[in-house]
């Protein structure tokens, strides 16, 4: 068993055979939804590729009676989801990859804030002129891929559709602060087999660009830096600082009042 609790902010430990979540005291059990290999098949590179039959599990709403009725006028939730160490095909086990809608009333859609809390992960994050778009329409603006180590966190800014990619020999968990008011979109990744990269097995890993789009701009890599004002410290749950401080969290709600500090989260490589 891998203890997750130091990293969490939880009790709760991962069973390495089996990749089931077991829940200590005071947090009630909660029961996985699971992506099974079947259902990834319309954003994987190759066709209905060799993988593990459940690629990951997604344990939604995880908390704290306590913690929950605190955060409640927040509009914050918290997941967890546990990923296999293992190969999609040529690519390495992802997420399906999602975009979320627009914040009402303002030009700029939800953001999320993830963290690894055990193994290590590579997001990639897409921007593109809309999400609604035809194939033959749609043009990809940005791509970023941000390497996540345990204890780090990954935000993803508002506007970025996001890929979880297990990149490590280590079953991966990640958690994730989200706005409870929405629902992602999956339409355009599906009709377009992916995102505009995707990311090969092999040592390194390696980006290699998706021929359903036109075209694509270069990725930018970013790593994860420190944004104390949001709650944001290496080593430092993501859990436990909402709880203790969920102002600090209003821009998973409100991004529209904290674009620079959300920024100041991802360090380029120049
Ligand atoms: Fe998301």
């Known amino acids: 068993m891998i203890n997750l609790e130091d990293k969490l902010g939880l009790p709760l430990s991962l069973d390495e055979e089996t990749y089931q979540v077991s829940f200590g005291e ?7 939804g699971v992506r099974t290999l079947k259902a990834i098949y319309p954003v994987t590179r190759d066709e209905e590729p060799d993988g593990p039959p459940i690629l990951y599990w997604m344990y939604r709403d995880v ?29 390495l086990l992802k997420s399906s990859g999602h975009f979320h809608p627009l914040v009402p009333g303002f030009p700029i859609s939800y953001p999320e804030l993830y963290e690894v809390v055990h193994g290590q992960a590579t997001f990639i994050l897409q921007k593109v ?25 990954a935000m993803m800014p508002p506007d970025y559709g996001h890929v979880t990619v297990n990149t490590g020999a ?7 602060w989200v706005c409870t008011d929405f629902t992602s979109h999956y339409y355009s990744v599906e009709q377009m087999r992916g995102f505009a990269y995707y990311l090969l097995a092999g040592e390194p890993p390696a980006l290699e660009r998706n021929p ?29 600082e909402c709880v203790r401080s969920p102002n600090k969290f209003a821009f998973v709600r409100e991004p529209q009042k904290y674009m620079e500090e959300m920024w100041a989260a991802l360090a380029f490589e120049v």
């Open 170 to 176: 280590e079953p991966l968990v990640t958690v994730n």
């Open 63 to 91: 908390c704290r009676p306590e913690d929950r009725e605190k955060l409640r006028p927040d509009r914050l939730r918290f997941d967890l989801s546990v990923f296999v160490p293992a190969k999609l095909g040529s690519e």
């Open 129 to 153: 002129n809309n999400i609604c778009a035809r194939p033959q329409d749609l043009v990809v603006e940005d791509v970023i891929v941000l390497e996540v180590q345990a204890g780090q966190k």
């Open 212 to 240: 359903m789009y036109r075209e694509a701009p270069p990725a930018r890599y970013a790593v994860p830096a420190d944004v104390p004002e949001l709650g944001l410290i290496s080593g430092r749950p993501v859990y436990t």
């Open 26 to 32: 005071g947090v009630p059990v909660v029961e996985p």
